[in-house]
């Protein structure tokens, strides 16, 4: 009977943390509720991962520690008031036009396929002045996948390698390298104890300008800058790519609330 009692109760501390674990947050209400308020891109999808006991689907892979760790930095190293929460928008919201900043994560693995009512919001949103950021996008096949549903968006524009001279990469933070931001998953540890990345390819920087040479749509192909924001107090993950990390991560948001 002791043994009994003693596993019930292991159960429901277990299902407790995992309740913990898995709640959500309220991102659904109206309106912005600061001068940032991040909105990621909800979209149908099966399957998803995480970590730290988090659950969530390819849509909001790194959520909520990203946000968690990001935020925090983002108040601390600049003057825009940033709220506490993001929202989760689907396309075929019109709150999405409230929100200068769009981020989609992890559209290959996820197999995103808007809908043509959705490809044409969104592009209608970026034509407005809207930002989208491309993020956790790994390999040929996610690239394919993400190349075949960002055509239904801008079939008339092509996908460019953004220079270095971009204003993106200096409007806040002068990012000068292109290195490649590994994920959690990518990092093995040497015979010799130290930590290497081993990624899906070579790291691209790729966009889509609109007729004013303005960057609408940031796409970070063999890098994971989510993942950079969301392991940043993981001894293990290196503390130079959360840094990288943060430094994109603030260049977008500035680009996206200033061009």
């Known amino acids: 009977m002791k043994k009994a009692c003693a596993i019930l109760a292991l159960c429901l501390a277990a299902a407790m943390t995992y ?3 898995t709640a959500a947050r309220d991102t659904q209400k109206d309106g912005p509720e600061a001068e940032f308020q991040m909105a990621r891109v909800k979209y149908r999808t099966f399957g998803g991962g995480g970590s730290h006991g988090y659950y969530q689907p390819w849509w909001a892979i790194d959520y909520p520690l990203a946000e968690e760790h990001f935020f925090p930095a983002l108040r601390r190293t600049t003057n825009i008031q940033v709220a506490d929460e993001e929202r989760h928008l689907e396309l075929s919201d019109d709150r999405i036009f409230e929100y200068p900043f769009l981020f989609l994560q992890q559209p290959g ?3 995103w396929r808007p809908t043509p009512d959705e490809a044409k919001r969104l592009r209608e949103y970026c034509l407005r002045g809207g930002f989208l950021l491309v993020d956790d996008l790994h390999g040929e096949w996610g690239w394919a996948i993400f190349e075949r549903a960002i055509k239904q968006v801008f079939p008339d524009r092509p996908i460019m390698e953004i220079p270095e001279t971009d204003p993106v990469m200096h409007v806040f933070y002068d990012i000068d390298e292109k290195t490649a931001i590994p994920g959690e998953r990518h990092l093995r540890m040497g015979r010799d104890g130290r930590i290497f990345a081993r990624l899906e390819g070579e790291p691209h920087f790729r966009g889509i300008y609109n007729d004013h040479n303005q960057l609408m749509v940031a796409i970070n192909f063999n890098s994971d800058m989510g993942d950079s924001w969301e392991h940043a107090d993981d ?12 430094k994109f991560g603030t260049n977008y948001i500035i680009y996206a609330m200033t061009h």
């Not at 001894?235 to 943060?246: D, Q």
């Open 19 to 21: 309740t913990h674990r």
């Open 109 to 111: 693995q996820g197999n």
């Open 235 to 246: 001894p293990i993950y290196p503390v130079p790519m959360t840094a990288l990390g943060y």
